[in-house]
């Protein structure tokens, strides 16, 4: 449940912010956007299941004694936690009124991103491509 939780908040998330990047550029409908926006709740719901499915990925491969967790395992998925926290603290303080701490964790947040896609091909969140490519290659090859 814990890796369908981090599945799925990622799927919510880039789907709120491919819909934001078109309602601001496409639309020129600027922020903020009132809490009871339909897509702010998804993005609420999906920020809240990738700090919980990230911290259960955690909590259950550090009971895991019989394998070993390399460093790159422990840095994913403190890198996924990162990124949960800074997003819904960056709305927090924004919300609170406090602009610089907002701007500073958004900052941090956005570093958050970066790294993650930086690392994306030495991780193991590479599956989603190899195997996305592998299963299409099996379909088209008629495998």
Same mark, same amino acid.
């Given at each position: 449940?814990?890796?369908?939780m981090?599945f799925? +908040?990622? *799927? !919510?998330?880039f789907i709120?912010?491919n819909?934001f990047?078109?309602?601001?550029y496409?639309f020129? *409908?600027? !922020? @903020?956007?009132?809490q009871l926006n339909p897509v702010?709740w998804?993005a609420n719901? +999906?920020?809240?299941a990738l700090? *919980? !499915?990230? #911290?259960?990925? *955690? $909590?259950?491969?550090m009971?895991?004694?019989?394998?070993?967790t +390399?460093y $790159?395992?422990?840095?994913?998925l403190g890198?996924v936690l !990162?990124?949960?926290?800074?997003g /819904?603290?960056?709305e927090m303080t924004?919300?609170?009124?406090?602009a610089g701490? +907002? &701007? #500073?964790? &958004?900052f941090v947040?956005?570093?958050?991103v970066?790294?993650? =896609?930086a690392?994306? @091909? =030495?991780?193991?969140l590479?599956?989603?491509?190899?195997?996305?490519?592998? /299963?299409? &290659?099996?379909? &088209?090859?008629?495998?």
């Amino acid at each position: 449940t814990a890796h369908l939780m981090v599945f799925y +908040s990622f *799927i !919510g998330l880039f789907i709120v912010t491919n819909i934001f990047f078109v309602v601001l550029y496409v639309f020129q *409908i600027h !922020g @903020p956007y009132s809490q009871l926006n339909p897509v702010k709740w998804l993005a609420n719901v +999906s920020g809240v299941a990738l700090i *919980i !499915g990230s #911290i259960l990925m *955690i $909590k259950n491969r550090m009971a895991r004694t019989d394998q070993s967790t +390399s460093y $790159k395992d422990l840095y994913l998925l403190g890198l996924v936690l !990162g990124l949960g926290l800074t997003g /819904m603290l960056t709305e927090m303080t924004r919300l609170a009124g406090a602009a610089g701490l +907002s &701007y #500073i964790l &958004y900052f941090v947040h956005l570093v958050f991103v970066f790294n993650l =896609f930086a690392f994306l @091909p =030495f991780s193991k969140l590479a599956h989603l491509v190899y195997r996305t490519v592998a /299963m299409a &290659y099996a379909e &088209y090859a008629n495998r």
